[in-house]
């Protein structure tokens, strides 16, 4: 799903992801949500999404 997709079914703000994934690029692991990258797209999967807020990531 895309990140407005995410974002949406997430409950958090686009622009909250942006920043994750951001952080993630200086520092492996730092973002709560695992994402894809495809060339210069950004993907979820649902249920990695759903599995990350319930328990919360740490490890890749």
């Given at each position: 799903m895309t990140e407005f997709e995410a974002s949406e079914?997430?409950?958090?703000?686009?622009?909250?992801?942006?920043?994750w994934r951001q952080k993630e690029a200086k520092e492996a692991g730092s973002s709560p949500l695992r994402f894809h990258r495809i060339g210069r797209l950004v993907r979820y999967v649902q249920s990695e999404l759903?599995?990350?807020?319930?328990?919360?990531?740490r490890a890749a």
């Open positions: 079914h997430c409950n958090i703000p686009v622009n909250t992801l942006r920043a759903d599995h990350d807020m319930a328990h919360g990531r």
